[in-house]
């Protein structure tokens, strides 16, 4: 390859073009993971579906009723459950992760992603990849599920994919010691 200039080496504008991609990429990392909402209340208008029902990770309802899952008088709220607050939506994603993950042999991102948002209604291969975009692991490492890190990041990830929402710290904790009992 020739370099347009005799006194730049042609590799020069080789790395300057990976190190622009490589900063693209970092910025648009830090960018992606700072731009959700915060769950706070389901009283805004600009809230979408999963905001509004307080469900980030919209569960879908069953015939057996989430502790904290909330009901009309016309039996079930719609496609997704609608919960009393948000850190009974969390608890809620806990315990069917840990179903996922003790009960269906879900130890991956791609397992507990394909089962969570199968082929048939969703990108679910885009999923996996924001998924592990967001958490940094690959789609078929296994989990560690008896420790709360891997959970976390999971939820979280799950959470800004299904709602555009992260959890707080806080709630985080209070969906934890809902979970316990």
Same mark, same amino acid.
């Given at each position: 390859m020739v370099s347009k200039s005799k006194d730049i080496p042609w590799y020069y504008f080789l790395f300057g073009s990976v190190g622009i991609v490589i900063a693209f990429i970092l910025f648009h990392k830090m960018s992606y993971k700072t731009t959700a909402k915060v769950a706070t209340s389901n009283q805004d208008?600009?809230?979408?579906?999963? $905001?509004?029902?307080n469900n980030p990770l919209n569960i879908r309802p069953s015939a057996d009723k989430w502790?904290?899952?909330t009901r009309t008088s016309n039996g079930l709220t719609g496609k997704f459950v609608q919960f009393k607050s948000i850190e009974y939506g969390y608890? #809620? #994603?806990? %315990?069917?992760?840990?179903?996922?993950?003790? %009960?269906?042999?879900? %130890?991956?991102?791609? $397992?507990?992603?394909?089962?969570w948002a199968p082929p048939t209604e969703n990108k679910t291969e #885009?999923?996996?990849a924001a998924v592990c975009f967001d958490t940094g692991i690959l789609a078929n490492t296994l989990l560690d599920f008896t420790k709360r890190d891997d959970y976390d990041k999971l939820l979280s990830a799950m959470s800004f994919h299904e709602t555009n929402m992260r959890p707080t710290t806080e709630q985080l904790n209070k969906a934890w010691q809902l979970a316990s009992n």
């Open positions: 208008n600009d809230l979408n579906l999963g $905001q509004k029902n502790l904290g899952e608890r #809620a #994603a806990i %315990k069917l992760l840990w179903t996922y993950w003790d %009960k269906h042999d879900c %130890k991956t991102i791609r $397992q507990i992603v394909t089962r #885009a999923y996996i």
